[in-house]
């Protein structure tokens, strides 16, 4: 078997990678070892209107749960802000019915897919990536191609063979777990998020509403005093609904990984470690590199030049779009890491009833000022 590009993962990186090269006319396979697209779900969902905006398509009631208009935050003390205005608005979507979608339209563009196919290594000739091997129903095969992307997520195999350096620190990765819950009493719009050492240490517990007393309740925790299932069993106790469904993964928040191609190769989404810091997103980031990541290797194919020198556009292209943001975002969340529960509650605390989002080096000299036990985090900040 013989493609101009093969992607390795079928989920939003996958799809939309692949979905951006096909409509380039381009001869594209996508693999995805899971019999499914989509599950199992390791996602609370929540995306901002420009992931569509991205990826020039419309958001369909198919896969949008919710609409979201703001945020309530919860310090260690109990004590709440809200945030509201675009920084806190979005949608939440059922991702498995989200990232079938985003298949079917790379179906319909011209990719083909394997399902239930484990890419097992690299055929590397000459020192260039020129196809994978392989595993279906115990089946071994080698399937050539010019190019190779990688979109298989965060315990990416693939870019590692290619000699790329993907090694992740232990504190480098948020351990997550969530389920959706049934029976809570919350308002649809508003997301929750709470914080705090005894709560969630190094991360935070959302509550992300799916309509109809339905929510994914899940937590980030970045500790290894004990899991994310016990500190998510932990919070439950008090919530009165029921679990419909459990998911357990790991979400990269230490920025991008340091080179995200070579030869015959790129890498995206979560096995680049495109995810947002502080947030742990990666649904729009995945959607944003990803188009990059299709439209690059269309160029390549076209050109019928798959060097690195070449695909070096790739990284450049992302960095062009969201190396900026990620690099702030990186920045926060160092911030984030050097405060206690007391910095957090006073945080909180600033914040109610202010436009976060908007908030001004001035608003933040300010902050030091009335918080002076802020100051040693905010000053990186400023
Ligand atoms: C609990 C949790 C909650 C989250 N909540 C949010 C949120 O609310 N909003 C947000 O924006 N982001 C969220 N994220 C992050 C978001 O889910 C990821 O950033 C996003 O899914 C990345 O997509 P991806 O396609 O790069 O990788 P993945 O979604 O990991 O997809 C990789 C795919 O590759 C396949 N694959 C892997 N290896 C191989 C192989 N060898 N051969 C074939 N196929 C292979 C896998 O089966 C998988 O389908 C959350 C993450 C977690 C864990």
């Not at 969530?178 to 935070?204: H, R, S, T």
């Not at 100051?375 to 900040?381: E, G, R, S, T």
């Amino acid at each position: 078997m013989k493609y101009d590009v093969i992607v390795v993962g079928g989920r939003v990186a996958g799809s939309v990678s692949s979905l951006f090269a096909s409509k380039n006319d381009i001869n594209v396979l996508m693999i995805e070892k899971r019999q499914e697209i989509g599950t199992p779900v390791q996602c609370a969902g929540a995306t901002s209107y420009k992931t569509f905006e991205t990826l020039e398509m419309k958001p369909s009631k198919k896969y949008v749960r919710s609409e979201v208009y703001g945020a309530d935050l919860y310090s260690p003390d109990g004590s709440s802000a809200t945030l509201r205005g675009p920084v806190a608005e979005g949608l939440i979507l059922e991702r498995k019915i989200f990232d079938k979608e985003l298949a079917i339209k790379s179906a319909k563009a011209g990719t083909d897919i394997m399902l239930k196919t484990n890419v097992k290594d690299l055929l590397i000739k000459d020192k260039k990536v020129k196809g994978v091997i392989a595993k279906h129903l115990g089946k071994t095969m080698e399937i050539t191609a010019d190019l190779v992307i990688a979109a298989d997520g965060l315990e990416s195999q693939i870019a590692k063979k290619s000699g790329l350096n993907t090694t992740a620190r232990p504190f480098e990765i948020c351990s997550c777990a969530q389920y959706e819950m049934v029976g809570l009493d919350i308002n649809p719009n508003y997301l929750k998020f709470y914080f705090g050492e005894k709560i969630a240490p190094g991360g935070y517990v959302w509550i992300f509403p799916k309509g109809d007393r339905v929510a994914n309740v899940g937590i980030g925790i970045r500790s290894l005093k004990q899991s994310a299932y016990y500190y998510l069993n932990k919070f439950i106790v008090n919530l009165n609904a029921k679990p419909v469904e459990l998911n357990i993964g790991g979400v990269p928040v230490s920025g991008p990984i340091e080179k995200t191609f070579t030869d015959g190769l790129l890498v995206v989404g979560d096995a680049a470690r495109q995810v947002d810091p502080i947030t742990g997103g990666g649904i729009h980031i995945a959607s944003a590199c990803g188009k990059i990541a299709g439209e690059v290797a269309a160029e390549a194919i076209q050109k019928e030049d798959t060097s690195s020198d070449f695909l070096v556009r790739y990284e450049k292209l992302w960095k062009e779009k969201v190396g900026k943001s990620l690099k702030r975002s990186l920045k926060y969340r160092n911030a984030l890491d050097n405060m206690d529960d007391d910095d957090l509650n006073n945080l909180i605390s600033f914040a109610q009833g202010k436009d976060v989002g908007s908030l001004s080096k001035l608003s933040m000299i300010k902050l030091a000022k009335d918080y002076p036990q802020l100051v040693k985090i905010l000053k990186d900040l400023l």
